[in-house]
């Protein structure tokens, strides 16, 4: 017999949520142990008492899983631990080693059996790395981390205090004291610098060309580098930036570099900004996001280029879904 591991969470106690929740949890189970949903013969979930809109047992039988025999039962509650949480212990008499499957940020819950995965995303401006990279955090239940945020963070603070973007002894003692900190709010990443959230103000299309001319000095490496690894030793996530594959994690599992013509780039970033209310003149913008690639391509430290073993994705005629779809399908083949 063969006991396969699995959890999932939800976002909201709802009956809708419940059923999709376990319904995509079981197909996964069954999908990466090679199983037909007949070849389970027992399923055990259990649950936070947060839920109580409707049965994982009846989700699973409503997502075809008639032969097995089923239970369900609440958990105690166990403060400080994962919320509105459903595990699943299937049992099968087919052999093999089991692939569990942990869903929704639910791979916090066990870190020996899900190992500490990084990928590795990179690509010039506009590529729509940020947009795919948030859908296969999701998808893959593991966080995304958007490294171009702290380099923006870091050109926010030579604003704030006059500074040279380009002066690495202007900016030294700035970066020796900075403090900058992500943190995820309700799934998605903020941005903190010194304190206070910057996320919406780093992406002020004034920021963008700072934070490139900033990140080319070695000061501001070192320290965002340092970050980054940092988090991604604690935690599966996924890192898009310039250099990830290269410089950061050299030795990511997963590495993928995303681009698009630079017409198709302008356009995404021009609606981008568009729709978030900023006043911009698109020649311009496609200026200088051909500039900002130039600058970033030729820097002397950790310059933006593909890492030979990454892999390369042309998303000029794709959108964020079948990129993420993608990259999520080459993971999933791999683990
Ligand atoms: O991804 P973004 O547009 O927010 O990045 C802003 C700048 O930060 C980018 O032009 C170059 C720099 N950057 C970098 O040098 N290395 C990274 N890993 C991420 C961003």
Not at 244 to 256: H, M, Q, R, S, Y
Not at 267 to 279: A, D, N, P, V, Y
Not at 319 to 330: L, M, Y
């Amino acid at each position: 017999m063969k006991a396969i591991r699995g959890a999932t969470t939800v976002d909201f106690d709802s009956i809708e949520q419940v059923r999709a929740r376990v319904g995509e949890l079981l197909k996964e189970i069954v999908k990466r142990n090679a199983l037909t949903r007949d070849e389970i013969v027992f399923l055990l979930f259990s649950n936070t008492n947060d839920i109580c809109s409707y049965y994982p047992a009846k989700a699973a039988r409503e997502a075809g899983f008639s032969f097995c025999s089923l239970f369900s039962a609440a958990e105690p509650d166990m403060s400080g631990g994962l919320e509105k949480c459903i595990r699943v212990l299937a049992l099968t008499e087919k052999c093999g080693k089991p692939e569990h499957v942990y869903l929704h940020g639910a791979a916090s819950l066990r870190r020996d059996y899900s190992k500490i995965i990084n990928i590795a995303l990179d690509g010039p401006a506009g590529g729509g790395k940020s947009t795919v990279s948030k859908l296969v955090a999701e998808t893959l239940g593991i966080l995304c981390l958007d490294t171009g945020a702290m380099y923006r963070a870091c050109a926010l603070k030579c604003m704030y205090e006059n500074a040279d973007c380009g002066n690495e002894i202007a900016v030294k003692p700035l970066i020796d004291k900075i403090n900058i900190e992500v943190k995820y709010i309700d799934g998605s990443q903020r941005t903190f610098l010194d304190g206070k959230d910057v996320s919406e103000e780093i992406r002020k299309p004034q920021i963008s060309m700072s934070a490139s001319t900033v990140s080319s000095l070695d000061c501001v490496r070192k320290k965002m580098v340092g970050l980054q690894r940092k988090i991604a030793a604690e935690t599966s996530c996924i890192l898009d930036g310039r250099d990830i594959g290269t410089n950061v994690l050299p030795d990511a599992e997963f590495k993928f570099f995303l681009t698009a013509d630079a017409e198709v780039r302008a356009q995404r970033r021009f609606k981008e900004l568009t729709e978030k209310g900023h006043t911009v003149d698109f020649e311009s913008l496609k200026t200088e996001i051909i500039l900002r690639d130039e600058q970033d391509k030729m820097r002397k430290i950790a310059p933006l280029r593909q890492a030979d073993d990454a892999v390369f994705i042309d998303s000029s005629a794709m959108n964020a879904e079948e990129v993420a779809a993608f990259i999520v399908r080459k993971i999933q083949e791999k683990i």
